[in-house]
């Protein structure tokens, strides 16, 4: 018999490439990871690893057994969810991540609904990168979180997490007034017009301000101004949707929001829509949906989403 922990040690090592990564995530020494595996491999009964420098990579007949694995392992949390949906009320703790300008946005009148809705709830948040939340998802550190992606940076498939939608929201080029004054008298006024070319064109030799190199806001910006004809010559790097702002109004360059940060637009900033969006969704565990808290924090998102946001939301 195939013990459900080994296989989790094994699909880890497929998603995170090291046993010292799996070590790290899962709280155990790397020995005890190799030590686990060398079980599994016996209960197999075939080779499941192979040795390629100093990494181990999966066998073929590893890789099928982990497909398997994200099968057993789905559906032992389908069974755990319905399992809660069968004890009254909901409570306990329900650890949240986020990604940063969801903060302000969205996340306070989400926990505000679930208060008002589920008292004995006690939501836990974090920070965290959207390109972090499924290892940290199967990891078991978070329960839910506020993922997002962009246009030209679609999410990777992951068969380890289940999403929903919650919003898409256009994104928007942020420059300066005074730029843009002084581009007009140096280029004449624009000729106008609505594709990616035409309206970041004009900002091919300008300064740019974009997301930390790593990140899909910094990837998105790249990828943009490659499609619209030209490399963004960049100056700063920051996450802060803010601080592009406060530095676009200024003269700094130009840069990418999203329509969820431009209720807060300085004095002297210009904010010109996008043929560009990004999609925020809520994601958990495969076969985690049916959890209560699970399901009750969707539900309190798009409720603050309806209330709180001016994207347009989605239905599943």
Not at 180 to 193: C, I, K, N, R
Request: proline share 6%; glycine share 10%.
């Amino acid at each position: 018999m195939l013990d459900v922990r080994r296989l989790h040690m094994l699909r880890e090592l497929d998603r995170r490439g090291t046993i010292a990564a799996v070590a790290a995530a899962l709280n155990f020494t790397a020995s005890a990871v190799s030590q686990q595996l060398g079980v599994l491999e016996r209960e197999a009964g075939v080779p499941l690893l192979e040795r390629s420098g100093r990494r181990v990579v999966l066998t073929p007949a590893g890789r099928t057994l982990v497909t398997h694995a994200d099968a057993v392992l789905e559906r032992l949390e389908l069974a755990v969810s319905q399992l809660a949906g069968a004890r009254e009320g909901i409570g306990g703790p329900l650890r949240i991540g986020t990604f940063p300008s969801g903060g302000p946005a969205i996340v306070p009148a989400t926990l505000a609904e679930l208060a008002l809705r589920h008292p004995a709830l006690e939501p836990m948040l974090q920070e965290i990168d959207s390109a972090r939340v499924s290892d940290s998802l199967r990891a078991g550190e978070l329960d839910v979180a506020l993922v997002h992606d962009y246009d030209f940076v679609p999410a990777s498939p992951d068969t380890t997490v289940d999403q929903v939608p919650l919003l898409d929201e256009p994104m928007y080029l942020a420059t300066g007034a005074a730029a843009e004054s002084a581009q007009t008298q140096a280029s004449g006024p624009a000729a106008g017009g609505d594709t990616l070319a035409e309206l970041l064109g004009p900002w091919a030799m300008s300064p740019w301000i974009t997301a930390r190199e790593g990140t899909t806001g910094h990837a998105m910006a790249v990828r943009a101004c490659q499609a619209a004809g030209f490399q963004p010559r960049i100056r700063h790097q920051v996450n802060d949707f803010r601080t592009v702002l406060a530095l676009a109004a200024i003269g700094q360059g130009a840069g990418f929001v999203p329509e969820m940060a431009t209720a807060h637009a300085p004095e002297g900033v210009v904010l010109t829509r996008l043929p560009l969006f990004r999609r925020s969704r809520v994601a958990f565990r495969a076969g985690g949906g049916a959890h209560p808290a699970i399901a009750a924090f969707v539900a309190a998102a798009r409720t603050a989403v309806g209330v709180t946001g001016s994207a347009s939301l989605l239905a599943t």
